[in-house]
């Protein structure tokens, strides 16, 4: 986190392991904090859904398996993209690192793409609570309550997407300046981040997507 | 006296005591310290930062104090009033009580104490320090464009629907602010983990690392659960996002659940930093051993732990299930274990040592006999059936003022002293000191035990007016709140006199164990000129080791 995107071990560590490990754990522990970030909208989900299961499932067969199965296929492939980029950097393959970082970062914009696309046709369809919300059937609230807690929980996580596009194009760009020789963890920091942003759309996929099927 | 003389007698053999080459001369300026990494000045910026919040809150206090002087709501009005419980709820706990012994005393004393030369992310370090005061800012600036009505708690659906007043800033400044406390609390994690000097094993870390260490992991677990909440009940405030709203068939009471699941842990990131002060505090000035140092250490962790699965018991007449309340109940009756613990190894630590009322021992003495009268009425509060009697009744109110105030603000106080000749090179005034310990501690008690009583009488808090009945408890009340006032005034006097004028302290005027005490005061910039290396457990007060320390100044 503390961008160590020297090889010289900064002045409060022994050596270039105590720094490394360090790191790691910080950011393992920055990952236990995001769990219980969305842990909360996570309850949110399991008491209503406990509570209308029925409409939930309704509502979750609104949501378009096509664009989610697509995206979850996007997000796990970015996810292999960047355990590849995490290995480069380790063998020191300079122009590798770039290449895989690059491409990870352009998954990620894939799957923010095809995100946007899914928003607008939910919109279309008067998915999006207070914009022209419209459900025929009974139990409308209950409805809409389910499309809020869709768009908070793939809202909170597509900002989560972006800040780790911004910062893996970063990495590329210092990768490219050569910072990462003997230096890795940053870009092993960064890779842990990501996977865990894809773990995060691993849940959410059944949870919203696929609540409704049988 | 035995302590100071012999202070004295070590500033005159080594007339260089005060030790220039030091990290408050290793740069000048503004920006040397707005730039700095340096975990001791770090400390003192949000010492600085947390005393003007301390000073606000304590005015809100004041304000409401007089107010109540009367039976009739006659100098200020109700609306004003819920808003100056607010600010004055709001700015004690996530902008003075949660950053105080951490973010103050943690962050300068936690280094040293394990013998690393800083913690292990210096720069996020700082961050968070610059995230608090943006987040002290967004505070600040819903107090002056009209304040805030909820009460500290927000409980919806009055801050989504109906409050009329600046909700949205201030949830954001506190959100902020658990940020700059979610990267503390990382920082401490990873610093005891992986820069503990060499031979310093877990069993042998202080006991105040102990009690950080566990205020860490709650900081980390929990504060996220409060920042999801509040984001949440602003965006509902915001565009009626229907998670607490009944009309789409939200539930407002999961909004108690959430809040509470980061707020009963909060307390204990409230009091368990406290308890680590003064297992420091109660040793060095007993010179003896820890009484069951392992119990003391692991005792902290099951606070911690237990802190996780107890929130219910805020909320017994919330309509929330018997069962749960009953189990909510009996699992808040546990946490009275490993505190009973703390208070038992404290007591046999004292029990036949040779105890010396320096004012660090004063705060210790009075934090014990505060924090048992506040744990155990909370043991009364967490029983069902007085519950409902006391619940939202100024029972509640002393309860936890018992714990905050009477607890962390004196264990805080008590810390600030003991380190206060590391942290500065100089000595408070000893004599004004014992009286400010002592003033505070009258004050205290007559300020919050009458309100048991006025509790127990069923005056409901959070109320400008109140029946005549009430006005004889709540005169003395605010009189013990003038006297209070008094205490804590003294020492910002004199600690501000002995920065240029105190006697210089040398670097263990209290000859105390720890291996912060084994450097210059002030220390270096890197705390130590060699890497230190722990032996033995950390508080070999005994006669011989006395001895030895003794002729080691010598
Ligand atoms: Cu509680």
Known sequence: MNATTTAVVAEQFDDIQQQHSAAKLGMWIFLATEVMFFGGLFLAYTVYRFTYGHVFALASRHLDDVFGGANTAVLLFSSLLMALAVRAAELDRRKQLVRLLLATALFGILFMTIKGFEYRKDFVEHLVPRFDFRWDGSDAANAELFFWIYFALTGLHAIHVTVGIALILVLALLARAGKFSPNFMPVEITGLYWHFVDIIWVFLFPLLYLAGHR | ?554
């Not at chain 2, 005060?18 to 001791?40: F, I, R």
């Open chain 2, 1 to 554: 006296m035995n302590t100071s003389s012999n202070a004295t007698t070590t500033i005159v053999r080594h007339s260089g005591a005060y030790a220039l080459d030091n990290y408050l001369t290793a740069g000048q300026g503004v920006k040397s310290w707005l730039l700095t990494t340096d975990h001791k000045r770090i400390g003192i910026l949000y010492l600085w930062t947390i005393l003007v919040f301390f000073l606000i809150a304590a005015v809100a206090a004041a304000l409401m104090r007089i107010e109540l002087l009367t039976p009739a709501g006659d100098l200020i009005s109700s609306e004003t009033y819920n808003k100056l419980f607010t600010v004055h709820g709001v700015l004690m706990v996530w902008f003075f009580l949660i950053p105080s012994i951490p973010a103050v005393l943690g962050n300068f004393v936690i280094p040293m104490m394990i013998g690393a030369r800083d913690v292990a992310f210096p720069r996020l370090n700082l961050f968070s320090w610059y995230l608090f005061v943006a987040a002290g800012a967004l505070a600040l600036w819903s107090l002056i464009h009209g304040g805030v009505d909820t009460g500290w708690t927000f409980y919806t659906p009055y801050s989504t629907t109906y409050a009329n007043s600046h909700v949205i800033s201030m949830a954001a400044g506190i959100f902020v602010a658990g940020f700059s406390s979610i990267i503390t609390g990382i920082n401490f994690i990873v610093t005891i983990h992986k820069m503990r000097a060499p031979g310093l094993r877990w069993f042998r870390l202080p006991l105040f690392i102990w009690a950080l260490y566990a205020t860490s992991l709650i900081l980390v677990l929990a504060t996220p659960v409060l920042a999801i909440t509040l984001a949440l009940m602003s965006v509902e405030r915001l565009w009626g996002v229907g998670i607490f709203d009944p009309k789409l068939g939200g539930d407002p009471i999961l909004f108690q659940h959430l809040f509470w699941f980061y707020s009963h842990p909060a307390v204990y990131i409230m009091i368990l930093p406290g308890m680590g002060v003064i297992s420091e505090l109660i040793t060095c000035f007993s010179r003896k051993r820890i009484f069951g140092y392992a119990w003391v250490g692991c005792s902290s962790m099951a606070i911690a732990v237990l802190g996780f699965i107890v929130w219910g018991h805020h909320m017994f007449v919330s309509s929330q299930s018997i069962y749960a309340g009953m189990i909510f109940s009996l699992l808040s009756f546990l946490v009275a274990v490993p505190s009973g613990v703390k208070v038992f190894n404290w007591t046999a630590t004292l029990y036949k040592g040779s105890i010396t009322f320096q004012t660090p021992m004063l705060y210790a003495l009075g934090f014990i006999g505060l924090f048992t009268i506040g744990g155990l009425t909370g043991l009364c509060v967490a029983t069902l059936a007085v519950d409902v009697h006391v619940h939202d009744t100024y029972f509640v109110i002393a309860h936890f003022h018992y714990i905050m105030v009477g607890g962390m603000v004196m264990a805080f106080m008590g810390g600030l002293h003991y380190w206060w000749p590391k942290i500065t090179g100089r000595l408070y005034p000893e004599f004004w000191g014992k009286l400010a310990a002592m003033i505070t501690f009258i004050g205290f008690n007559l300020t919050f035990f009458p309100q048991f009583l006025l509790g127990y009488l069923g005056m409901p808090r959070r109320y400008h007016a109140y029946p005549p009945e009430f006005q004889m408890l709540n005169v003395l009340s605010t009189a013990g709140a003038s006297i209070l006032g008094v205490g804590y005034v003294l020492p910002l006097i004199y600690f501000l006199w002995s920065l240029k004028r105190g006697r210089l302290a040398g670097p263990n005027p209290w000859r105390a164990t720890g291996l912060e005490w084994q450097t210059s005061s002030p220390p270096p910039v890197h705390n130590f000129e060699a890497t230190p290396i722990a032996t033995a457990s950390p508080y070999l007060y005994d006669a011989e080791a006395d001895r030895d320390l003794h002729m080691a100044n010598a």
